[in-house]
Structure formats: structure tokens, C-alpha cells
């Protein structure tokens, strides 16, 4: 099937073989991504599994990875558009180095650039296939936010991806205070993840969890979290329902 | 003593200073391929003192007219910088290593009014005097904001200071756009400085003739840097440029140790005390003078003519009884009685 979309790259309308350089929809994703802030920083956990659709192929891919000195990056949706805006980073960071005049990029900064690039993409009907969640802290001051494919972009005191907007936020909504120690904060983000790994199919029982501060980012070796699974009703399933379904 | 030499006597130059010099001199080059000609460059008293030999009947004929007008020109200008063959180009050298049209128009940075800026840990000051062409006409705007936290005080062609302000907010704003912050000014003057380099590289370009005094916040404080038409920058504690901006220099030099520990009202009194020094005699009235202010939690703002008038009658009323002289002096606001040798050829459009 082939149709025209008019797409102004600077060039003439384009036809279907176009399309083909525009993505259409994302191959290789990662799940839900859950952070909040906490008195030090931020907290932000994520699970390392890259999913090809409904397989859960790689198991042991990082979505969250720090940027500059104060902020901290975490993606889901397509891996491979993440290590696309990770290059962008680079060569922001980079630059930002360069001038080396006791200016840096914080949290914020980094936050209204990506949210930029996102709708500059989405714009030209060529996102990025991604939800991100930037935290960070600069001079004391702790920031996170989110940007979405379609550049929506917004800050709070607990931010959440895909699955986890629907599973985790709930939790968070009830249970964040703005003065968690380290321990509660982790306590917390584990709560979320585990009702995630039970029931977001694309959610794999390793995970990792990063921290920021004002000294820097630090993120956890994968682990995984314990699961219970004798609950009475699963036991003998079918008890009430014979026959093949 | 070489037969070329009394060439010079016809150009009514200070021959006498030049036997002196030629007498302690290093350096003497002997022009090649355009005929006889002796170019001599001594260091003098103050500056280098360049000759060149009159009207030849040579390919420079055709610079003739224009010869004698810069000539005289030169001469006005402390006999300091003369028309010599390697300053028609931006893009041609001299054989001593200089730009002629970079530093000529350093010169035009010279004949604009003057504009003063200090700074102390958390405020910058800018301020200028207001000089209007005629009595008819209104001053010419001298000093720019660019953001809430940077603000640039001109002087020189003002029509290039303009361009460049337009340019300045530009890059404020698209920082601002994109990262939501305030851009840093010393990568500012840096943007500002590399745009002026490229015009001095050009040879269908011509050097900005204009010097920037920007004053502008960023994560360490306040800063004040100062932008040269060569594409220098230099940051600054406080500094003067402009006609006459000698004498408020020499002011300001004897203060600026002070400078970044002031008030913010303390650094307003200064700023306007170095305009005074510029006036040199004229009565310092708030409408001469523009002052704006900017700082840390205090963004860039012009004072208004009361606040300025009474800061000056802090120290004017001081001054007048001390010398029992009335404050009401007749007004002639813009005939610059008082204009220095400087201001005379100056051109319509600079300020």
C-alpha cells in the first residue's frame, strides 16, 4: 500500500519509500521506568529487558545512564532511539565541557533540550520513539521530569513511563513524602516494580535502581526482587471451571 | 644623511621627533617595488610613529584626494597612526604584523561618547553620556538590554552597535528557548568576539566599528567584559571607553580595588561620579547621563532621571558649597562646548 504523506523536509513530497525513513512504529523497546525524589536526589529504577514485540529478547540492556555531572537519564520505549539521543547528550555535554568556564548543564537545561528535540521530531512526523525521565540536582536543588514522544513535557515530584503510569503512580500518589531517607525511597520504588513484574508482560525480574545526588550519579548492579506466588486462588485454577478454558 | 629624507618636511610632520627617534632607532625598512620611498617605524613616545612618503607618481596615484583628508585626519589623531599602503584591506598585513583597518577602527570606538561599566560581586553598572547631534535632535541610545540578565553599553558607530545588540538578544533567546536558562555572558562575548573576528577576515567585510561594554550575569556572579572591533575580549572590574573616557579610567583605577565588595548604590554612585570625570567641567546633570543597573535577583533596568539626579545631588550639593556656586547653570544641554580636540571631524552617524 503506498500513499503520499507531504512532508516538508525541505524537499519535495514524499512517496511510500520515504516513509520508510520515518519511523513508523518501534522494534526493540523497554518497559516502564519509575522515578521519585527524595531527600538527597532522585531515585529512578527500571528493569533490563529489551523486548522484540511480544518476545522478551535481551535481558541485560541499561535504560538509564547519567548525563553530565548533574542529571540522570532514563528511557523507555525504543533502545535503539535511546542510544540515539544518548549521542546527542554526548556531543551536548561535550560542547558544554568545552567552554570549560565554571558554567554547566544542569537538570533543567537538559530537560528543555530533549523536550525540544522531541517535538521538533514529532513535528517532522519522525519521532523518537521514546518516554524519557530526566532527574537530577544542581546546587541543592533536586529536579525530575519527563518528556514523551510527542514532546509533552512536564516536572513532579514522581514521574512514571508506559505501564508504570497506570500501575505505579497510584502507589506513589499515596505513599511519597517529600523527606524519604535513601531506604524508604528504594523500599518504595521496589513496591512499584514488583506489582510491575507481575503484571506488565514486558517486565523482567532484573532490575536496577540509580541514585543522584549532589556528589553524583551512582546505579545499582542488577538484582532481582523476590516473588510470591502461593496465593490460595492459584491454586487448582480450574476448580469451578472445567473444560478447556 | 639619506636624500630621501627631506620628503618629510613637506608633510609638516614632527621631523624633529623623528631624527630623535631615527637617532635611538632599531628598525628602518625600505619600501620595495613602488618606486623611492623610505618607511621608517620607530618606537616613539606612546606609540609608534609610521611615515610614509608623500605623493608619488606611482599605482597609489589614485589614492591622492583621499590621501590629504586622512592625512590631516591623522594628524588631529596625536600624529600617532599615518595612511601607509597597507591599510587600504582588512585582509592585508602591514610588515610589522598589523591590522591597519582592525586598528582604525578601534580609532572609531574612540570618537563615540563615552560609556563607563563597574561591577562589583552581585551588580553590574553601565552608564554613558547622552550626547545628541544638535540641540533639535534627542540622544542616540547607547546602552541595550539583551536579557533580564545582561545588558550592553555602546560606543562607536551606533548603527553597528545595533546590529550587534539585535544579534546579542538573539543568542540570549534562543538559549533561553531552548534550555530554559539564562545563557552564561561570558560564552556570550565569546559568540560576540568570534562574529567580529570573521569580519576581519574577509576581504569584502569590514571590522565592526563599535566597542561593547557588556555586563551580564552567570553561575559565578557578575561579570563585565569588553569587546573590541578586533575580536578581542577582555573581562573587566571596570572600564571606560569612548572620548574622554581617559580621565574617567584614571578614576576608576583609583577605586576599582573597592569595586567587588560595593553596594549596589555605592557602585551607582561611582558609575556616575566616572561620567562626571568625562564632562570634564560641564555640570553633571541626570540628563546627561543614562545609567542602568543589573544584579543577582535584580534584573537589567534603566534608572530614571530622579533617581540619578539625586544620587548626583549627594555629591554635587557637597561640591557647591564647598565653591558657593549655584546649582541652576544656563542650559546648553547638548552644544558640547566642551568638546575635546577629538570630536571635531567626527562623522554624523557615530556617537
Keep these: 500500500m503506498t500513499f503520499t504523506i507531504p512532508i516538508d523536509n525541505g524537499d519535495s513530497v514524499k512517496t511510500a519509500e520515504a516513509d520508510s525513513q520515518r519511523t513508523l512504529y518501534p522494534y526493540v523497546t523497554g518497559t516502564s521506568i519509575v522515578a521519585i525524589k527524595y531527600k538527597d536526589g532522585v531515585l529512578m529504577a527500571s528493569d533490563m529487558g529489551g523486548s522484540y514485540g511480544s518476545t522478551l529478547r535481551y535481558k541485560n540492556i541499561e535504560r538509564m545512564k547519567a548525563i553530565g555531572k548533574h542529571s540522570l537519564l532514563g528511557a523507555s520505549g525504543e533502545i535503539s532511539d535511546f542510544q540515539e539521543i544518548l549521542r546527542y547528550l554526548d556531543e551536548l555535554v561535550l560542547n558544554d565541557n568545552m567552554w570549560d568556564d565554571g558554567n554547566s548543564l544542569g537538570p533543567k537545561e537538559v530537560h528543555n533540550y530533549l523536550t525540544r528535540v522531541m517535538y521538533n521530531r514529532r513535528n517532522k512526523f519522525n519521532p523518537l520513539w521514546n518516554t524519557l525521565v530526566l532527574g537530577g540536582v544542581k546546587n541543592g536543588e533536586s529536579y525530575l521530569g519527563m518528556v514523551s514522544m510527542i514532546g509533552v513535557s512536564f516536572e513532579d515530584n514522581h514521574v512514571a513511563t508506559g505501564f508504570g503510569n497506570h500501575l505505579a503512580r497510584p502507589i506513589l500518589r499515596d505513599e511519597w513524602r517529600a523527606d524519604l531517607s535513601f531506604e524508604d525511597g528504594v523500599k518504595l520504588l521496589e513496591k512499584c516494580m514488583r506489582v510491575l513484574l507481575y503484571r506488565d508482560r514486558s517486565a523482567i525480574n532484573k532490575l536496577q535502581i540509580a541514585k543522584i545526588t549532589e556528589e553524583g550519579v551512582t546505579v545499582s548492579q542488577p538484582y532481582s526482587l523476590k516473588t510470591f506466588w502461593e496465593f490460595k486462588a492459584f491454586n487448582n485454577p480450574t476448580a469451578g471451571a472445567e473444560g478447556s478454558w | 644623511m639619506d636624500p630621501n629624507f627631506k620628503l618629510f618636511d613637506t608633510c609638516d610632520l614632527d621631523t624633529q621627533g623623528l631624527i630623535a ?331
Excluded at chain 2, 560641564?282 to 543589573?294: A, W
Design chain 2, 21 to 351: 627617534a631615527l637617532n635611538a632607532t632599531t628598525d628602518a625598512f625600505y619600501v620595495s617595488g613602488a618606486g623611492l620611498g623610505l618607511r621608517i617605524e620607530t618606537a616613539g613616545c606612546g606609540g609608534l610613529t609610521r611615515k610614509e612618503p608623500p605623493e608619488r607618481e606611482t599605482t597609489a596615484g589614485k589614492r591622492k584626494a583621499s590621501d590629504e583628508e586622512e592625512e590631516e585626519e591623522e594628524e588631529r589623531l596625536n600624529k600617532k597612526m599615518f595612511r601607509n599602503q597597507y591599510d587600504t584591506d582588512v585582509t592585508t598585513w602591514s610588515p610589522t604584523g598589523r591590522l591597519f583597518q582592525v586598528e582604525y577602527a578601534m580609532e572609531a570606538v574612540k570618537q563615540g561618547s563615552a560609556a563607563i561599566g563597574l561591577r562589583s560581586r552581585s551588580h553590574v553598572v553601565l552608564a554613558c553620556v547622552n550626547k545628541a547631534q544638535s540641540e533639535l535632535s534627542s540622544h542616540q541610545k547607547k546602552i541595550f538590554k539583551v536579557d533580564d540578565h545582561i545588558g550592553v553599553a555602546i560606543a562607536g558607530l551606533t548603527a553597528d552597535g545595533r546590529v550587534l545588540s539585535r544579534y546579542m538578544r538573539s543568542e540570549a533567546i534562543n538559549h533561553s528557548f531552548t534550555y530554559e536558562s539564562p545563557l552564561p555572558v561570558g560564552r556570550l562575548v565569546v559568540h560576540l568576539a568570534d562574529k567580529a573576528q570573521v569580519c576581519t577576515q574577509r576581504s569584502w567585510k569590514r571590522p565592526y566599528g563599535v566597542g561593547l561594554l557588556v555586563g551580564g550575569l552567570d553561575e559565578s556572579g557578575a561579570h563585565l567584559y569588553y569587546n573590541c572591533p578586533s575580536g578581542n575580549y577582555f573581562e573587566y572590574q571596570a572600564f571606560a571607553i569612548g572620548s574622554r573616557s581617559q580621565a574617567a579610567k584614571t578614576y576608576l583605577e583609583r577605586r576599582f580595588e573597592s569595586f567587588a565588595d560595593s553596594s549596589r548604590e555605592d557602585l551607582i554612585k561611582d558609575a556616575i561620579l566616572a561620567v562626571r570625570e568625562t564632562l570634564q567641567g560641564e555640570t553633571l546633570k541626570s540628563s546627561l547621563c543614562t545609567v542602568s543597573v543589573l544584579g543577582v535577583g535584580e534584573p537589567f533596568h534603566f534608572l530614571d532621571q530622579e533617581t540619578i539626579q539625586n544620587v548626583i545631588d549627594t555629591f554635587e550639593k557637597v561640591a557647591d558649597e564647598e565653591e558657593g556656586e549655584g546649582e541652576a547653570e544656563p542650559a546648553a544641554p547638548a552644544e558640547e562646548g566642551g568638546d575635546g580636540t577629538g570630536d571635531q571631524d567626527v562623522a554624523p552617524m557615530e556617537t
